[in-house]
Every structure is written in structure tokens, then in C-alpha cells.
């Protein structure tokens, strides 16, 4: 049974951070690059991060470069997303998603929620001013 689960949101205030976590199960994490999503009320889903399946390649939104760091630990099965200098416009639900990918390991759009295979149920990320 493919799983993702993601774990370590919470409440902080600005400025803070936080250590998201995705732990994978039931599928081969080491054919899939990660990314991670994020959803606020009444906003579309945004594409905030991706890790290629090697983790040789990154990509991140605008919006969160040189604040937010993606990692993965094939063997932990688990893919981490470390955010720091958190803002209130931060505040959503976190996704993170699976997307097969051959080659150099990254989707061809690493933002865009269709190049996803599996996806996890979300973890509330609030931040305050």
C-alpha cells in the first residue's frame, strides 16, 4: 500500500521555523522525486519545493528561496523540507507528492500538482505575525 505521511507542522510565530517531514511507504522512494505543495484558504495549491530521485537536483518556488531547504534520506525513506524565517503568508497545508520520474529524476514541471503520482494527506503549517 503506497503511503505518504507527512508529520512536524505546528504553530510558530514569525520568524520561526520548522521542520517538515514525509515519510514514504509501500513504493520504491528511490525512483520517484518529492515535492512539496502548500494550500492556503481560498488560494490554489502552490508548488513550494522538489527533490529530484537522486537527490542531485532542487527546485523551489520564489516565494520561499533561501528560506526553505529540501532534503531526502533514501535509505530513512523519508524526505525532509526545513523552513526557516517563516512568514504568515506561509501559513497553509503542507503536501508533499510522488512523482515517477527516468532519467536525471526530476518532473519535466516540479511546480505543477499534475506531474504527481501519490500524494499525502497534509500537515497545517500556521504562522503568526
Known amino acids: 500500500q503506497v503511503q505518504l505521511v507527512e508529520s512536524g507542522g505546528g504553530k510558530v510565530q514569525s520568524g520561526g521555523s520548522l521542520r517538515l517531514s514525509c515519510a514514504a511507504s509501500g513504493f520504491g522512494l528511490d525512483y520517484y522525486a518529492i515535492g512539496w505543495f502548500r494550500q492556503a484558504p481560498g488560494k490554489e495549491r502552490e508548488g513550494v519545493s522538489c527533490i529530484s530521485s537522486d537527490g542531485s537536483g532542487t527546485y523551489y518556488a520564489d516565494s520561499v528561496k533561501g528560506r526553505f531547504t529540501i532534503s531526502r534520506d533514501n535509505g530513512a525513506h523519508t524526505v525532509h523540507l526545513q523552513m526557516k524565517s517563516l512568514k504568515p503568508e506561509d501559513t497553509a497545508v503542507y503536501y508533499c507528492?510522488?512523482?515517477?520520474?527516468?532519467?536525471?529524476?526530476?518532473?519535466?514541471?516540479?511546480?505543477?500538482?499534475?506531474?504527481?503520482?501519490?500524494w499525502g494527506q497534509g500537515t497545517q503549517v500556521t504562522v503568526s505575525s
Open positions: 507528492a510522488a512523482a515517477l520520474t527516468a532519467g536525471w529524476g526530476m518532473p519535466g514541471n516540479p511546480g505543477k500538482d499534475s506531474e504527481y503520482d501519490y
